[in-house]
């Protein structure tokens, strides 16, 4: 009988091939880019799903694959395949979020949706003259999409939170990028730090609170009671 690996080795594997993409990148090593960017999503998916975790999250990893792997290719079409790909990587996120998210007070979430829709009309404001002309209707629609995710992160608490805002911030870069502006240093390397760490904090995220249901607290995005005791002690350069 084969033996599943644990779910710290398949992450120690994650941390390795993130690790050498970013070396790869900041070498400006495109072979090393090449190899480790598409490993990532992949063994992020595993150790989700060694950790039991549901399979909607899963699918939004293997989305950012798809988006990951499209991006590599440095060709219009498969720039617009990546963000369709990363876009419906959102959407499992957003159902998730529905899911297992708790509504926040009422003048605290006001506040974030004030922030965050003042981020999204913003940027987009900004970046509106730059970009070619056949890109600003599909950036702006998926830059709705990446910020509605941002903002129900939030839902989930800090760790899932952090993970959304580098999310809206690497793709961000990605965008200025796009519309020709004056660039970081290594800008790649920027990207893919904050996609890498943003992804695994979004799963971290989605894991907790998945498992706080699975030990007896309910969360909803209406509400969160506790139902039983044992819940109060229970633990892009192509990007």
């Known amino acids: 009988m084969t033996r599943r690996p644990a779910p710290r080795t398949v992450l120690g594997a994650f941390g390795v091939a993130a690790l050498g993409d970013l070396l790869a ?29 549901p399979r909607l999250l899963i699918a939004a990893l293997l989305f950012g694959w798809g ?17 369709g790909s990363f876009a419906a990587g959102h959407v499992c996120y957003l159902v998730l979020f529905k899911r297992y998210g708790r509504r926040a007070p009422r003048a605290r979430g006001a506040g974030l949706v004030t922030v965050y829709a003042l981020a999204l009309v913003g940027t987009v404001a900004l970046l509106w ?62 990207i893919m730090l904050t996609y890498i760490a943003a992804q695994f904090l979004l799963a971290e995220g989605v894991l907790a609170a998945h498992q706080r249901i699975g030990t007896g607290t309910v969360v909803s995005s209406a509400e969160s009671t506790t139902t039983t005791p044992s819940a109060i002690t229970s633990p892009r350069a192509g990007r």
């Not at 988006?67 to 963000?83: E, K, N, R, V």
């Not at 970009?131 to 910020?147: N, W």
């Not at 999310?167 to 200025?176: K, N, P, R, V």
Request: net charge negative; aromatic share 8%; hydrophobic share 55%.
């Open 25 to 53: 990148l900041l070498v400006d090593f495109e072979p090393g880019h090449a190899v480790c960017k598409p490993l990532l999503m992949p063994l992020l998916a595993a150790y989700v799903a060694l950790r039991g975790g």
């Open 67 to 83: 988006g990951d792997t499209f991006l590599l290719l440095d060709a219009d079409p498969a720039f617009l395949a990546g963000m």
């Open 129 to 190: 003259p730059d970009l070619p002309a056949d890109m600003r209707g599909p950036v702006a629609g998926y830059s709705l999409l990446l910020t509605a995710m941002a903002f129900g992160a939030t839902a989930l608490g800090p760790v899932a939170a952090a993970g959304g805002a580098l999310f809206l911030l690497s793709d961000t870069l990605i965008a200025t990028g796009v519309a020709e502006w004056p660039q970081l240093p290594r800008p790649d390397f920027a």
